[in-house]
């Protein structure tokens, strides 16, 4: 107990700056965690929300059956596991390329510039992108459709073309976060110790050897931490990127239809508020899971780059 208080007495003014967060994360996302009990229950509204939770029928894992016992559970779970794949590896890949080149532009004024251009997609909604894509992909107006009928060739219907959308999905999905992903490994990069580089130079070192051998390395602890961050979502999707941008065409399911999108259509044909619920669950346990093996894998492997 003495080591405690000593401790807590040491570290006063960090706690102390940590108290409204610690507050904030309690009230907004420990609290709520009680609603986890709506997953085991067929949920009925018959009053407030505790009211309703007490009388609801208690259903146990049957609610968990909508994904397991599905016809499509393969293919959403399929579709949500190899995006997010190719999500992690371009959004580590390319933001850290381009971090890197904006960080060598000798003009910082055009180094912004193509850093908050970057960054603007990001503030977009995914309805304002839907809408801005199909200005590009209309069947009978778009842009795409006009340059290929000026060359000669047909026009494709690209919301019932399934074999493009796998490629349209990565590309508006990086385009639309590669500014933020961006700015995370700027800022790491400007935290760097100049005089490394410094030295660097006066050894010879090239502009390629000063990153290969400092740049890099020295960003192998954020890119660290951000990779099992993201493996933890996983299982998460982006619902507007998989609903939003193919206009929820029935035609495109067999490669934009996700956990969250098949959740949605289920709980709007079906109105299982339990069901959307195990869904959420399931999604969170995996993701819990899968942070913790990445996390022990990397902390065999490279203890200091570890999340704990």
């Not at 409204?20 to 009680?34: E, L, N, T, V």
């Not at 992903?181 to 090239?206: F, H, K, P, Q, W």
């Not at 035609?251 to 619920?277: C, K």
């Amino acid at each position: 107990m003495q080591k405690v208080f000593k401790r807590f007495k040491m570290n006063r003014e960090l706690l102390l700056l940590s108290l409204p967060g610690a507050i904030w994360f309690f009230i907004f996302a420990y609290i709520p965690m009680f609603g986890i009990i709506v997953a085991f229950k067929q949920f009925r509204i018959s009053g407030g929300f505790i009211e309703s939770l007490i009388n609801s029928k208690w259903v146990g894992l049957k609610n968990f059956e909508f994904l397991f016992k599905s016809s499509d559970a393969w293919i959403i779970t399929r579709n949500t596991v190899l995006y997010n794949l190719v999500f992690i590896v371009l959004g580590i890949v390319i933001p850290v390329i381009i971090a890197i080149m904006i960080n060598e532009i000798l003009s910082k004024k055009l180094a912004k510039f193509y850093q908050s251009a970057m960054f603007l997609p990001y503030f977009l909604s995914w309805v304002v992108v839907s809408y801005c894509l199909f200005a590009f992909l209309s069947p009978e107006r778009g842009l795409v459709n006009g340059i290929l009928q000026g060359f000669g060739m047909d026009r494709v219907a690209w919301y019932t073309e399934p074999k493009y959308w796998p490629w349209i999905i990565i590309f508006m999905s990086q385009w639309k976060g590669i500014g933020y992903n961006t700015v995370v490994y700027l800022a790491s990069i400007c935290g760097i110790d100049r005089t490394y580089y410094e030295a660097a130079m006066i050894d010879g070192a090239t502009k390629w050897q000063q990153i290969k051998y400092i740049t890099i390395p020295l960003l192998k602890p954020v890119i660290t931490i951000l990779f099992i961050m993201s493996i933890g979502k996983i299982f998460n999707s982006d619902f507007g990127l998989f609903y939003q941008l193919p206009k929820d065409s029935g035609a495109l399911y067999p490669v934009t239809n996700v956990i969250d999108t098949y959740v949605y259509r289920g709980l709007m044909v079906m109105g299982e508020v339990g069901m959307s619920s195990a869904a959420a669950f399931y999604q969170s346990i995996v993701g819990f899971i899968l942070i913790m093996i990445s996390n022990f894998i990397v902390k065999k492997v490279d203890s200091d780059n570890a999340l704990f």
